[in-house]
């Protein structure tokens, strides 16, 4: 395995580095970037055409090599600044239309997702299918030119501000139950849809319920053929699966969190070897996350999903996040409490602004990492059945 750059790279990280640089100098990554500075980002990358940098150059993508994604999402990580303009249409639908959608279904959505002017929501998990995904029940009935769908979804994220679902509908209850599932991309305005907010555990709401009832979909709004779905689904979770590795955000996390316990007087545990070592290790977990993603993504064809090695990452990469917002709240003592002490000033040298929420925020909902995109033991079957075979 060649573990040095080669002068090309070194070159590569020097053009994104100062690219970087003309949105925050280095050494300013430590506070989180505010919404004028991430629109001014968003639209730079839009300009560059890096916006969707993981999906085939022929589909708007960059066409970069494994080492050179690795030396972007690096240098933005670094920065804080995302590495592309993020949503579940950069993420999850648009690398599915690019190899399963038609040419037709790639010229109406892809644009779009591009600019990043649609928003999309996940339809997926229902309130008796979420580990277990192919019992799901909601249904697709064929009618002439179009489907009729009824059922009802549920924590599905962000559907509250999409204008398009992705959707796994069941067309057929006869035989496996994987062959009866068909993939509609579903309009959020039609009447027949109806959005229930979901608070979570750290009092925000991304989460939801969605009631679909009578919700008409054209026949050119399904990917794949009737049927399919299970296979267009399986592909999308393992792009999910990779981006839930949180590599370069994590590495930044941990060396704000390190510097802000070093400057820091009297809330620091630094003397407390227990605490220091769960840093190390956490820091020893994340080098070993960043090669095997680095290895993962040089033996993915250009454009393609990683296969089942995005559940290793995923597991893993949550575990670590899980992990760091624990270290977090310890180091924080009761700076990071959600509410004042008695008597007590609030706290003006909190460590998670830089990290972007509160201490007992990013805590609570950090608990969700390893439940969405499948769970932990979801994970660990797959790696125990497709990866080392058992
Ligand atoms: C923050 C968040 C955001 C989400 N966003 C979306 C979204 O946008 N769209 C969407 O469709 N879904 C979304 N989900 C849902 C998510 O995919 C499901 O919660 C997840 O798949 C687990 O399903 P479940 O909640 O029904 O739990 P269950 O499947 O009921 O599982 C309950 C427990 O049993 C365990 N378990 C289940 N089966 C097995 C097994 N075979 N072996 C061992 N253990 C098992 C699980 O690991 C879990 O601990 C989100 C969830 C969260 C927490």
Redesign the pocket.
């Known amino acids: 395995m060649q573990l040095s750059l080669s002068t090309e790279e070194v070159l590569f990280r020097a053009n994104v580095q100062a690219f970087v640089a003309r949105f925050r100098a280095p050494g300013e990554s430590s506070a989180t970037p505010d919404a004028a500075l991430l629109e001014a980002w968003k639209a730079a990358l839009i300009g560059a055409g890096w916006q969707a940098y993981k999906w085939p150059r022929s589909n708007g993508g960059t066409g970069w090599t494994a080492v050179q994604k690795y030396l972007w999402e690096r240098a933005c990580g670094e920065a804080a600044l995302p590495p592309d303009i993020g949503g ?1 249409g950069i993420h999850m639908i648009g690398p599915i239309l690019c190899g399963f959608g038609t040419a037709d279904q790639q010229a109406r959505y892809l644009p779009s997702i591009l600019d990043g002017s649609l928003a999309w ?5 229902e ?7 192919a019992s799901l029940k909601t249904s697709a009935v064929r009618e002439g030119d179009h489907y009729r769908i009824n059922g009802q ?7 509250h501000k999409a204008d398009r679902m992705f959707c796994l509908t069941r067309t057929s209850s006869s035989g496996k139950k994987q062959a009866g599932i068909t993939f509609l991309l579903i309009d959020m305005r039609d009447p027949g849809i109806s959005v229930t907010p979901i608070i ?1 555990i750290d009092g925000r709401h ?2 939801n319920g969605v009631t679909l009832d009578d919700v008409i979909v054209p026949m050119h709004d399904r990917i794949g053929e009737d049927g399919q779905g299970w296979t267009v689904a399986k592909g999308l979770l393992t792009h999910e699966r990779t981006g839930l590795a949180f590599v370069a955000e994590s590495r930044r996390k941990l060396r704000v969190l390190r510097e802000a316990i070093v400057s820091r007087q009297g809330h620091a545990p630094l003397d407390d070897p227990s605490f220091t070592r769960k840093l190390s290790v956490i820091d020893v977990e994340l080098s070993a996350l960043e090669t095997t993603e680095l290895r993962t993504l040089a033996e993915t064809a250009e454009g393609q999903a990683p296969g089942v090695q995005s559940s290793l990452l995923k597991l893993k990469g949550t575990w670590i996040v899980q992990r760091m917002t624990e270290l977090l709240v310890e180091a924080s003592g009761w700076l990071g409490l959600p509410y004042p002490m008695e008597d007590q000033e609030p706290p003006t040298d909190r460590i998670a602004p830089a990290w972007c929420q509160d201490e007992m925020q990013q805590y609570l ?1 950090a608990r ?2 390893s ?8 994970q ?2 797959i790696i125990a059945e497709q990866v080392l075979g058992l």
């Not at 309130?127 to 277990?132: K, L, R, Y």
């Not at 439940?371 to 979801?378: F, L, N, P, T, Y």
């Open positions: 579940m929501c996940q339809g997926y998990s309130p008796g299918a979420g580990s277990d995904l979804k549920i924590w599905t994220s962000d559907a979570g991304s989460l909902i969700s990492a439940i969405a995109g499948g769970s932990d033991e979801v660990r079957n």
